[in-house]
């Protein structure tokens, strides 16, 4: 885990004296529910976040990532279920949690007609950073993500990738022990999208604080989460490691390229039982193995049967193959909540 | 108290720059400024000190100026989408209110004192004659104790109404007509009364005399800001605001 370059801030705030002892989640989620009138926001949603690590949470749009957040603030109860967010209860210790938490939620929450500096010093005033310790810190966090030269200008003239990056800063003024970042990359373009992640990379593991990052970019949470989870309809499908994730969807598929393929092969090959499918495109086959099934007596029968071999290869599925797929599974009805203890 | 202070910083900083530029306000305040703080006052002369008016006058002006912009306190927030970052920060729910109140309260009472003094010093400089034109003490102090107090009255009712409101212009319509009600209210029910039963309670307000009267506003207007603000807070419901 990466160290703390700094002291927490939180120890400012009077309402210090109620955190509890530490925990070695930041979060944990008991079979929360969350309902909107007839609309189920979150079904049952246990989850566990280990400290200091970034942790993705990936779902489509209304899926109940922000809902989620929402309730770990405090800012709105569970309908059912408890959560508690570094040891605290999220229903009894609101005020607790945000006073140890930063937050960049749905919208950048920036007062435009206000400078760079005034944004950060206004909440390192509610957060009671003091005096010295928060110029300094503004001017650290500016520089880093390359604001500082524009500081006192109102940011409604800023860039979004620019609001972003300051709603960023904004979040871990205080040194908080817990970032909730939702989708902070959504809207800008893919150089500024890159920008911020590499910034976010950088800074998840200078400060050694835990994020709580949600996003649809799948590209974005293979590269910065150590673990993932997976959301859709307020159901947690999957949690793991992104490699835990993908390997799901890796098992037992292999592309081959090869020459002299005929129709006949192709067909023995699709009646061979170690052989679950078989896709063709030019010389290329795409074999998907039965659970257990092993490629080397496929490939030395494919050149016993004067195949000529140019490549073989297991195919490694992308986090985004591995969603895709949980959320077709889902969509089918297969997924359950107990498949999420099950990945994880 | 640090909190609301931070509340009200932050809020001032907002005014400062709505202030300071022409097109977002500033000349308004500052047509405002010269009518009431040097044309009224080089205008009526010494009256414009010793009238009684003068009581009803500044706190009118103050309020006045609260409500330009208390409508705005969290419905503008909600617009403009900071509100839901304000609450997930670990400021308490009366620090963001009472914050805002006491910052709209500044301002329109700082907006008065300001005017009065302007004027103080033009009408002794148009009027003064070799002598100095002052406030009658006595006055100048239930002035401002009724100016702090109508503001705060007005605030409340304006973070009450904006607590709920989805946008600026739905808290503004709904503050306008609260005032209307407020302020047309009693002078109707006033004029639905007998003829005989008018004249007897202006009989009877005569013979209490100034002072008293002047007790029974401030107590009345003390009492429905502290309804009012409990009211607002009661109101301030984190759930339900981020949800709204």
Redesign the interface.
Known sequence: MPRRCGPSFASFGAETSLVAASSDFAIRADNITRDFGPVRALDRLSLEVPTGIVFGFLGPNGAGKTTAIRVFLGLIDATGGRAEVLGLDTRRDGAAIRSRCGALLEHPGLYERLSAGDNLDFYGRAWRVPRRVRQERIRELLTRFGLWDRRDDPVGRWSRGMKQKLAVARAVLHRPDLVFLDEPTSGLDPVATAGLREDLAALAAHEGVTVFLTTHNLNEAERLCGQVGVIRGGRLLAVGSPESLRSRRDSGRVDIVARGLTETIVTSLRARPEVHSVTVHDCRLTISLSSGASIAPIVAWLVQNDVGIEEVRQVRATLEDAFLELMSVDSNGAGTPEDASRDA | M??IW?MV??EW??FR??LLSLRRGGLSALILALILGVVAPVQLGPDWVNSKLVIGYWPFLAATMVSSLIADSVAGERE???L?????????DSAILIGKIIAAVIYGVGFAVVNLLIGLVAVNVTHGEGGLILFDAQRLVVTIVLTILASLLMAGIGVFISLRAATVKQAQQAFGIAIIVITMGPLLLFNALEYETREKLIARLAAVGETRIEVYVVTALLVMSTIVIGAALARFR??KL??D
């Open positions: 640090r909190d931070t910083w932050k900083r907002e720059d709505q403009r989408h900071t839901e970052t304000l609450l997930a920060s670990r400021l308490s984190r759930g981020v949800l």
